[in-house]
């Protein structure tokens, strides 16, 4: 398949435009999935008996950053941040949970 460009400055123009604007939207997108907010932490102590399931349903209910959060990821959040390989809980032990 050949193609001919007639018009070379036209053709130049707009292969610039289309330049600009996928740069532009990628300026906009990025800037909007990466926020740049400070990630704000409050630290729990764990009690005999606590498990992570109740500790996720408690801050399901009380804390806006996980209202209306699936509890599987509020507990898969609160080991990811804790850096818990997995739920295995210890008296004393304390844990960081996100805020808004």
């Given amino acids: 398949m050949n193609l001919k460009i007639v018009n070379g400055k036209k053709f130049l123009r707009s292969i610039i435009l289309i330049f600009i604007f996928i740069m532009i ?9 990466l926020s740049h907010a ?3 932490f ?6 005999n008996g606590d498990t ?3 500790i996720a349903k408690e801050e399901q209910i009380s804390n806006d950053y996980y209202k209306n959060k699936d509890i599987r990821n509020i507990i ?5 941040t804790n ?3 997995n739920s295995n809980l210890k008296t ?5 949970i996100r805020e808004l």
């Fill in 52 to 54: 992570l399931w109740d």
């Fill in 76 to 80: 898969y959040d609160i080991k990811l």
């Fill in 25 to 33: 939207g990628s300026f906009i997108i990025v800037n909007k999935t």
């Fill in 38 to 40: 400070e990630v704000k």
């Fill in 92 to 96: 004393n032990q304390e844990l960081k």
């Fill in 83 to 85: 850096h818990m390989s």
């Fill in 42 to 47: 409050k630290t729990i102590c764990i009690s």
